[in-house]
């Protein structure tokens, strides 16, 4: 069973920084390209980094500069750091891996943290 659990979410004053975990188990994690999503209130869930297996990332253009995606494939775990946060980055960010398991492939999120930014 595949599970993907989020960490490091809160309340930050705009300007701030957080850093999101999520641990994953159930999964062959260096197998697995992963990323993190986020939902505002209203609005669709967006990307707003990916991870490829091999290392290759990508951003939304509203975060690049300010937000770094990155993976420790000893700890199954992969990171977001969001600097200069702006109240519009406020939402709920969810893990996102795709790619294999034991029981082959999946598709997978995580339960969500939720990310408050104040202005």
């Known amino acids: 069973q595949v599970q993907l659990v989020e960490s490091g979410g809160g309340l930050v004053q705009a300007g701030g920084s957080l850093r999101l975990s999520c641990v994953a188990s159930?999964?062959?994690?260096?197998?697995?390209?992963m990323g993190w999503y986020r939902q505002a209130p209203g609005k669709q869930r967006e990307l707003v980094a990916h991870i490829t297996s091999g290392g290759t990332t990508n951003y939304a253009e509203s975060v690049k500069g300010r937000f770094t995606i990155s993976r420790d494939n000893a700890k199954n775990t992969v990171y977001l750091q969001m600097n200069s946060l702006k109240p519009e980055d406020t939402a709920v960010y969810y893990c996102n891996s795709a790619g294999f398991s034991s029981s082959g492939y999946r598709n997978s999120w995580g339960q969500g943290a939720e990310v408050t930014v104040s202005s």
């Open positions: 159930g999964i062959i994690f260096s197998f697995n390209a």
